[in-house]
């Protein structure tokens, strides 16, 4: 069963910056594609990024999110980023990682809605606010 760790959410105000981590645990993250989802109170789970298994040669990114937030991977520590900036109070929520087995290293990175994503950890509060 996957397991991750999410760490790096707070309190920051509008404009501001924080990196996200996600770490695994029992498995070898660069076999895996990893995405980052998002839930804000009353909100149904969203998609925000997604990076590539192995190298993360490729990235998605939802529209709400392009140009502030950039998505990262470092297979040496298990851990895959990302990186968040200018926030928006609409930023505001509970950031979930996700990953997805890419047994033949495809490039492809299947969407958000794809059922296969899986290993929902506990998650880590960002709240953006003045």
């Known amino acids: 069963q996957l397991r991750f760790s999410e760490s790096g959410g707070g309190l920051v105000q509008p404009g501001g910056s924080l990196r996200l981590s996600c770490s695994a645990s029992?498995?070898?993250?660069?076999?895996?594609?990893v995405a980052w989802f998002r839930q804000a109170p009353g909100k149904e789970r969203e998609g925000v990024s997604s990076?590539?298994?192995?190298?993360?040669?490729?990235?998605n990114f939802a529209d709400s999110v392009k140009g502030r937030f950039t998505i990262s991977r470092d297979n040496a520590k298990n851990t895959a980023y990302l990186q968040m900036s200018s926030l928006k109070p609409e930023d505001t929520a509970i950031y979930f990682c996700?990953?997805?087995?890419?047994?033949?290293?495809?490039?492809?990175?299947?969407?958000?809605?794809?059922?296969?994503?899986?290993?929902w950890g506990q998650g880590t509060q960002v709240t953006v606010s003045s």
């Open positions: 029992e498995f070898p993250l660069r076999l895996y594609h």
């Open positions: 990076i590539s298994s192995r190298d993360g040669t490729n990235a």
């Open positions: 996700a990953a997805l087995l890419d047994p033949y290293s495809s490039e492809f990175i299947p969407p958000f809605y794809d059922p296969a994503w899986s290993g």
